[in-house]
């Protein structure tokens, strides 16, 4: 028999390109689940704290092919942890974080793989390079070349209707091939990480190379994220 998580993994499959990268959310969801996740072909997995993450992490260490992606905003004091146990930050919400990563990922074996991520819509609420900040600060990101910084991620404000939505996206996209014509080192910019469960149809629309979801695989989460 197909559990309910196995179902869910292979409806979304069914609806998205196979170059589309799907990362299961997995805050607040338990080690089983995760398992069945895995046993349903999933390999990017995703936390939004370290102190959840961890212990979680290594309950799942039987299972070495998975990749770790952090999606939450990263204190300065987790950094390193965060560097240890994630082979993604989407996270790098300003110039600050990018600089102390860029500094501590001096001993590791492989330039971390990171994506900026950006306020595409302002929203005082949320983590985020606002895009002038964004503009203003790259060429201080291009010396930070101990990361491998992968492209754009971002998080919609609630509310937005769906052409809202799309046209968000889309600004995403125009944003991030604006910096990729600048040719600028270490900068790759071929990631777009933009679509969860409510929105990932209209962000692969938009050219979302990576899909975050978590309810719709998992389930409504009990209490806040
Ligand atoms: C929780 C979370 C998601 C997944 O959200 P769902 O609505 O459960 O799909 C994606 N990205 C980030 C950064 C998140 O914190």
């Known amino acids: 028999m197909t559990g309910l998580i196995a179902q869910r993994i292979n409806q ?5 390109p ?12 338990s080690v089983e689940a995760i398992r069945e996740a895995y ?18 992490q290594k309950q799942l260490e039987d299972l070495p092919d998975i ?27 300003s110039l600050k974080l990018a600089r ?28 985020g390079f606002s895009v002038s900040e964004l503009l203003a600060a790259l060429s201080e990101l291009e010396r930070c070349d101990r990361l491998n910084i992968r492209g754009l991620m971002t998080i919609l404000p609630l509310g937005l209707s769906r052409s809202e939505t799309l046209a968000a ?8 091939e604006k910096i990729k014509q600048q040719n600028l080192s270490n900068l790759v910019f071929e990631e777009l990480s933009m ?5 990932y149809l209209l962000a692969i629309e938009a050219g979302a190379t990576i899909i975050r979801l978590g309810r719709i695989i998992f389930g409504e989460r009990q209490g806040k994220i």
């Open 67 to 93: 990749c770790w992606h952090f999606i939450g905003h990263l204190q300065a004091n987790k950094a390193q942890k965060a560097l240890e146990h994630f082979e993604w930050i989407h996270s790098v919400d």
């Open 195 to 199: 679509g969860m469960s409510a929105d």
């Open 39 to 56: 046993e349903a072909g999933i390999r990017d997995f995703a936390e939004n704290r370290i102190q959840e993450a961890l212990p979680k």
């Open 12 to 16: 979304i499959r069914q609806q998205i």
């Open 100 to 127: 102390r990563l860029d500094r501590l990922a001096d001993s590791l074996p492989s330039k971390p793989k990171v994506c900026l991520q950006v306020k595409i819509l302002s929203d005082p609420k949320k983590y």
């Open 169 to 176: 996206f889309q600004a995403t996209r125009s944003l991030a």
């Open 18 to 29: 196979s170059r589309v990268r799907l990362i299961a959310v997995t805050k607040q969801v």
